[in-house]
């Protein structure tokens, strides 16, 4: 297989991963996967549109949707008015997709907790029936929220 096969199976292997991650459309999670791999120091939007085969309004889109989630910044370079695009930079990624999982834990915790004050009022048999599993669960939660705040703070050392 030659370079350029395996970097084309990567970013497919690459977009299928963030479709289903980050919840991206098909063509923002392939121009995701291409910043990815580039050798270059960013695309243009002339490059991405190239290498996608989409239309300008698709690529755009896709392009607005990564700027707006924080996943890709754009710079631009003395005498060139077009606009590079790049990954943004990972630890603040990392750091930005950690905080999101704090907060998902943080409703999980929440909607569980409601869920246990339903049955500990009407279901009492239930609500005993279930409270060990459910103290365990909720634990795991903890720990991982701890888990990601120590990472978040490690990472913002590495800055």
Known sequence: ???????????????????????????????????????????TFDDCQEKRGASK?????????????????????????????????KSTFFIKKLEQAIKKAANEAKTIQKVADYDKEYLPEKYSSNKPKMDTYLECLKQNERTYQKTIEDLKKLL
């Open 1 to 43: 297989m030659s370079k350029e096969e395996h970097k084309q199976r990567l970013i497919e292997e690459l977009g299928v991963h963030f479709e289903a991650e980050y919840n991206l459309p098909p063509l923002a999670a392939r121009i995701f996967g291409n910043l990815v791999v580039t050798e270059e120091v960013g695309l």
């Open 57 to 89: 309004s698709s690529i755009s889109t896709s392009l607005n949707l990564l700027l707006q989630l924080g996943m890709i910044t754009y710079f631009t370079k003395s005498g060139d008015r077009r606009r590079y695009f790049k990954i943004a930079d």
